[in-house]
C-alpha cells in the first residue's frame, strides 16, 4: 500500500542536486525584464514630491512607473484593501515601496531603485504597544471580547489568584527561496504568472483586478517553493502585480525576486504579541477562570492581523479544561511591515500565553509543573469531565478526541522525566555558574480554516492510455511534501506504483478557486479532493471491467471474478471501449460553523496533540544558553508517510525554538528594521538543534473521516519549542527566589534581567 508508506520527498534528489527549478531558474524569453521597488526612507509621512529624474536617467533603465501609472486597481491587500502596491499621498512604513524600476538586469533595477529622491513631511511615527494605544489605532475598531461562564465572579471567589504578563516577538519566515515572480505577456492581454506563492488563486485575482481583466485572462503556477511558512500566503501578491503591470504596458516579460535584505524590510512577520493575564486557581493547581488580554502590533495595513488575533484567541486554551474565561483581543495599527500570517497562525502566541500561566501557578504552589497541566486536561473520550463542566473550549466546541491524557503519560516515561527533573535540581545545588533546566509542554491544535469557505479543494486526475497516472489539485509545495503524499494517495487508489504517478505544477488552469496551502490543511483538502477524482475514473473502469462483479486494484494488477490484468492493459481496454479516463474530484470540509462575532461554534474538524520534553543549560554570568535535548511525541493520526511527518515535527520545534530563543526583530525610533539580515537576525544553525533529539509519533487513527485517518502535521509541531523556552524559565529559577519574568524571545541579555530580577 502506497500511502501509510516512509517514503523520500519528491524532489528530494533535485534538492540535494541543485537541479530542482524554482521560479528564478525558470528559463525566460530573450529581452525579459528586471524590476525592483525605490522604497520609502521614512515610517510615516505626506509625500511632497517626487524627482524621478535620475532613476530615469540611470543605466540599463527601461521605465519607473509611480501610483498614478498602474492602469486600473493599486492595491494588493489579501483582506480590506488597504494596501496600495505603490504609496500614493503618505507612506506608512520604512521600506514601503513608492515606485517601481523596470531595468534590463536586476542589478541596473537595484541600483537605479536607491536614487529615488523623495520629499516627505515626516511624522512622528506609530511603533510601540503604548503609542498606539494612546492614539487609539486600532484595526477593526477597538477591543474584540469572547467570554466563557461569569470570569469576573469566579475570580474574586477562587482560592488563589495570579497576575501577570509575557511579551513575545514576531519572527521573519526567512525562508530559502526569496519572494520571486515572473510574468509573462500572452495575446489578447492575457497574463502567465509564475510566482513563489502559497495561494496562487490570490494571485490571479489581484493581477486580475490590477489589468482590468477577468480571472479566466490570468493563469497562475507554481510549481514548488524554497519555503513559505505563511510568507508567501499574501506577500507574493505585489512581486506579481508589479512584474504584470510592467509586463503588459511595455510588452516584454518581466521578472522581480527580492535580494535578501529588501525581502525582509519590505514583507510582514510574524505578529509579536503582549499577553496580561488574571488567573484564579485552588491549592491543586487547577484553574477556576482566567482573564486574557491579547495585544498585537499589526503593522500599518491589515493584510491577514484579523484572522491571526482570533486564532491567538482560539488557541488561548491549549489543553486546559477553562470553566471560566474572558479574552480580549487588542489589534493594533502601527507604522511598520504589516505583519502578516506565518506557521501557527496566531496560534502559537495564544498557547505560550496559557503556558506561562500553568508555570506560574506551579511555581506559586511548589508543584511538578507537569502535574499542574495534567490536572487541568480536557477529559479524555468516554471519560468525564471535572464535576459540573462540560468538556468544552471557551468557544463553545465539545472536545471528543483528546489525546494527551496516555500521551502525556508516555512521553514522561520514556524520557525519564521525573528521574531527570530530580538530577537536575541535584545538580543545580551543586553548580554555581552553569544551571540546567527541564520543562514538558503539550499542544491541542484546531484543524481548519477559520474562515468556513475556505475549507474546499479541487484536484483533476488523467488517466492516460498506456496507465500512466497525472495529476494536479490546488495545493502547493513549498518542501513539506505534499505532493509526495498526494501521489501515494492516488497510487493507493489505483492499486500501482508511486512512479506511475506524476503530479505537475499547481495551475490555476487546470483547478479553479483555490484556497491557500495554509492553516496545516493541504493533505486533509487537497488528499480528499483527489481520492474522489481518483474514484470517479476507477469506478468507470470497474463497472466497464467487472459488468456487475467486484473489482480490486492491488499491486499493478487489476482482478475481478477469474481475470487478472496488468493495470495498463485495463486502462487500454477501458481507452478502446471509450471509457473516460478523467475526473475532477472536490471536498468541502464538513461539520463546520462558527459565527466570528459571538465568538461561539466548532470552527474546527478537529485538534491534533503533541507533547514534548526540553533540557536545557544556561550561564548565569553571561546569558548563553544551549538546547541538550528534546523527547517529542506527536499525534499524526494514521501517517500517509511517517518520513515526511518526522520531518515536519522535527522543523517544526526547532522552528519553534528559534521563535522563542534566538530569533529578535529590532526597529529604532525611526521605525528602521535594523535586523535585516543574516549578520543581526539569528536563526537556529545545525548546530543548535538538541544534541539528544527524540521523536516519536503516536500511533493510531484520526476519528474523524480525513484522507486516509491521517491528521494534518504542519503547523502543531511548531508549539513544541515552547518546551525549550520553559526550561529555560526553570533554569533560571534555579538561580533565585521568585518566579523569572522572562520575556521572548529569550536572548541571553533577556536570561540576565530575568536572572537579575529574581535576586533580593
Not at 535620475?54 to 521605465?63: D, E, F, H, S
Not at 515536519?648 to 528559534?658: F, I, L, P, S
Not at 504542519?714 to 533560571?732: N, Q, R, T
Request: proline share 5%.
Amino acid at each position: 500500500m502506497s500511502v501509510q508508506a516512509p517514503m523520500a520527498h519528491d524532489s528530494a534528489r533535485l534538492h540535494v542536486t541543485g537541479a530542482a527549478r524554482y521560479v528564478d531558474d525558470i528559463p525566460t524569453p530573450q529581452g525579459c525584464l528586471h524590476l525592483a521597488f525605490a522604497l520609502s526612507p521614512v515610517a510615516r509621512g505626506v509625500i511632497r514630491g517626487l524627482d524621478l529624474a535620475a532613476m530615469r536617467a540611470a543605466p540599463g533603465v527601461v521605465a519607473v512607473l509611480v501610483a498614478a501609472d498602474l492602469p486600473f486597481a493599486n492595491d494588493v491587500s489579501p483582506s480590506v484593501h488597504d494596501e496600495p502596491l505603490l504609496a500614493t499621498d503618505r507612506v506608512h512604513y520604512m521600506g514601503q515601496p513608492v515606485a517601481l524600476v523596470v531595468a534590463d538586469t536586476h542589478l541596473a533595477a537595484r541600483k537605479a531603485a536607491r536614487l529615488l529622491q523623495i520629499e516627505i513631511e515626516a511624522e512622528p511615527p506609530i511603533l510601540s504597544i503604548e503609542d498606539a494605544l494612546a492614539a487609539e489605532s486600532y484595526f477593526e475598531d477597538g477591543p474584540r471580547v469572547w467570554a466563557k461562564g461569569n470570569t469576573t465572579a469566579a475570580l474574586d471567589q477562587a482560592q488563589r489568584r495570579l497576575q501577570g504578563e509575557i511579551t513575545m516577538g514576531g519572527q521573519e519566515h526567512f525562508y530559502l527561496e526569496g519572494q520571486a515572480a515572473l510574468a509573462l505577456p500572452q495575446e489578447g492581454g492575457d497574463m502567465v504568472i509564475h510566482s513563489s506563492t502559497q495561494h496562487p488563486t490570490e494571485i490571479q485575482h489581484k493581477v486580475a483586478d490590477a489589468l482590468g481583466l477577468p480571472m479566466h485572462g490570468v493563469r497562475v503556477e507554481c510549481r514548488r517553493m524554497g519555503g513559505g511558512f505563511g510568507g508567501k500566503e499574501s506577500q507574493g501578491n505585489a512581486l506579481a502585480v508589479a512584474c504584470a503591470v510592467a509586463a503588459r504596458q511595455i510588452g516584454r516579460a518581466c521578472k522581480m525576486r527580492y535580494d535578501r535584505d529588501d525581502d525582509m524590510i519590505i514583507t510582514g512577520k510574524r505578529h509579536d504579541f503582549r499577553i496580561a493575564y488574571d488567573v484564579g486557581f485552588d491549592d491543586q493547581g487547577q484553574i477556576e477562570a482566567v482573564r486574557f488580554t491579547q495585544i498585537t502590533r499589526g503593522g500599518w495595513a491589515q493584510d491577514l492581523t484579523a484572522p491571526v488575533a482570533d486564532r491567538a484567541m482560539l488557541h488561548a486554551d491549549n489543553a486546559y479544561l477553562l470553566p471560566h474565561a474572558e479574552i480580549t483581543s487588542l489589534r493594533l495599527k502601527t507604522n511598520m511591515q504589516s505583519a502578516t500570517a506565518f506557521r501557527g497562525f496566531g496560534g502559537p502566541q495564544g498557547v505560550l500565553g496559557i503556558e506561562r500561566v500553568m508555570d506560574h501557578i506551579a511555581h506559586d504552589l511548589g508543584l511538578d509543573p507537569a502535574l499542574v497541566r495534567r490536572r487541568n486536561y480536557y477529559a479524555a473520550p468516554k471519560s468525564a469531565a471535572r464535576a459540573g463542566l462540560a468538556n468544552t473550549t471557551p468557544y463553545g466546541m465539545e472536545v471528543r478526541d483528546f489525546l494527551l491524557h496516555e500521551m502525556t503519560d508516555q512521553l514522561l516515561s520514556d524520557c525519564d522525566y521525573a528521574a531527570r527533573r530530580a538530577e537536575i535540581a541535584a545538580w543545580n545545588e551543586t553548580s554555581p555558574i552553569l544551571k540546567r533546566g527541564i520543562a514538558f509542554s503539550p499542544v491541542k491544535f484546531g484543524i481548519s480554516f477559520t474562515l468556513t469557505h475556505l475549507n474546499q479543494a479541487g484536484a483533476l486526475v488523467h488517466v492516460y492510455q498506456d496507465g500512466s497516472i497525472m495529476m494536479n489539485h490546488g495545493g502547493t509545495e513549498m518542501g513539506q511534501g505534499l505532493f509526495q503524499k498526494l501521489a501515494q494517495v492516488a497510487a493507493s487508489r489505483f492499486g500501482v506504483g508511486v512512479d506511475q504517478v506524476k503530479i505537475t505544477a499547481t495551475d490555476t488552469a487546470k483547478v479553479p478557486n483555490t484556497s491557500a496551502t495554509a492553516a496545516s490543511s493541504g493533505s486533509d483538502l487537497n488528499g480528499m479532493a483527489v481520492l474522489a477524482a481518483c474514484d470517479a475514473i476507477r469506478t468507470r473502469m470497474a463497472e466497464f471491467l467487472g459488468q456487475g462483479a467486484e473489482v480490486r486494484f492491488a499491486d499493478g494488477r487489476v482482478m475481478w471474478g477469474d481475470q487478472n490484468i496488468s493495470f495498463a492493459e485495463a486502462v487500454a481496454a477501458c481507452y478502446q471501449a471509450r471509457v473516460g479516463l478523467s475526473a475532477t474530484g472536490f471536498y468541502k470540509t464538513p461539520d463546520l460553523s462558527w459565527d466570528r462575532a459571538a465568538g461561539q461554534g466548532r470552527p474546527f474538524f478537529y485538534f491534533a496533540h503533541g507533547a514534548a520534553v526540553s533540557e536545557v543549560v544556561i550561564d548565569r554570568l553571561t546569558g548563553e544558553n544551549r538546547i541538550l535535548r528534546a523527547d517529542i511525541l506527536h499525534d499524526v493520526g494514521a501517517s500517509l508517510n511517517p518520513a515526511l511527518d518526522r520531518g515536519q515535527v522535527e522543523g517544526g520545534y526547532v522552528q519553534g525554538a528559534g521563535w522563542l530563543m534566538t530569533e529578535e526583530l529590532v526597529w529604532d525610533d525611526r521605525g528602521h528594521l535594523r535586523t535585516h539580515a543574516p549578520s543581526t537576525y539569528k536563526i537556529p544553525a545545525c548546530s543548535d538543534r538538541p544534541a539528544i533529539f527524540n521523536v516519536a509519533l503516536v500511533d493510531g487513527e484520526n476519528p474523524e473521516a480525513t484522507i486516509y485517518r491521517s491528521k494534518a502535521v504542519g503547523e502543531p509541531p511548531f508549539m513544541l519549542g515552547i518546551s525549550a523556552f520553559l526550561a529555560v524559565s526553570d533554569a533560571i529559577s534555579a538561580c533565585g527566589g521568585g518566579y523569572p519574568n522572562l520575556d521572548a524571545p529569550a536572548t541571553p541579555e533577556r536570561i540576565l534581567r530575568a536572572i537579575q530580577g529574581l535576586q533580593p
